[in-house]
């Protein structure tokens, strides 16, 4: 079973970079699917972000970029602004479930 | 512009049943799968089921299968999702979410504002 593993919590001073780690652990070395990333403002409906691990939707600021290697993918925020304070989520699919899996979420802090 | 309304949830006894359904707007509903994803209160997202386009094919997560049952209105542009035999490990805010792409293997481009379910005696 696919596992995506990201780190509960991440912080950065306005302006900085900061990254979010997402890692497979899965039974499905050897296939490849896109890592989708995700934002959640409190209160609100997750947003996608980054789709097929590095496509911005028309509208998401290029401040926000994805990539992908091995089993690893990342997103990072350039240019943190106190509105980016929100949970994110990366999500890619699992072979073995059918469906899709979701990471735990990382919980952004803007100093 | 695209809009994704979902409506139906509410508080319903253990064992009991809920049908959600969600209102599409603004694309032509029928060419694009539909998920629900649902996120318990505090907890992370969880996704539940996909429907085909044409309605000819259905997934579902493990801990739903046998209970819940997706399907959809391509006349009406409306989704649903018959919730039998519900548990209090069921209780969560369910969205109903767009497939950028047809299957399984996709990411969600639009959510809708999401439905609370809330499964206690």
């Known amino acids: 079973q696919s596992v995506l593993t990201q780190p509960p919590s991440v912080s950065g001073a306005p302006g900085q970079r900061v990254t979010i780690s997402c890692t497979e652990s899965s039974s499905n070395v050897g296939a490849t699917y896109g890592v989708h990333w995700y934002q959640q403002l409190p209160g609100t409906a997750p947003k996608l972000l980054i789709y097929d691990n590095s496509n911005r939707p028309s509208g998401v600021p290029d401040r926000f970029s994805g990539s992908k290697s091995g089993t690893s993918a990342s997103l990072a925020i350039t240019g943190l602004q106190p509105e980016d304070e929100a949970d994110y989520y990366c999500?890619?699919?699992?072979?073995?479930?059918?469906?899709?899996?979701f990471g735990g979420g990382t919980k952004l802090t803007v100093l | 512009q695209v809009q994704l309304v979902e409506s139906g949830g509410g508080v319903v006894q253990p064992g009991r049943s809920l049908r959600l359904s969600c209102a599409a707007y603004g694309f032509t509903f029928s060419n694009y799968g539909m998920h629900w994803v649902r996120q318990a209160p505090g907890k992370g997202l969880e996704w539940v089921a996909i429907i085909w386009h044409d309605g000819n094919n259905k997934y579902y997560t493990d801990s739903v299968k046998g209970r819940f049952i997706i399907s959809r209105d391509n006349s009406k542009n409306t989704l649903s999702l018959q919730m039998n035999s519900l548990r209090a490990e069921d209780t969560a805010v369910y969205y109903c979410?767009?497939?950028?792409?047809?299957?399984?293997?996709?990411?969600?481009?639009?959510w809708g504002q999401g439905t609370l379910v809330t499964v206690s005696s």
């Open positions: 999500q890619s699919y699992d072979s073995s479930l059918s469906g899709s899996v």
């Open positions: 979410a767009r497939g950028l792409y047809q299957g399984v293997v996709t990411s969600y481009d639009y």
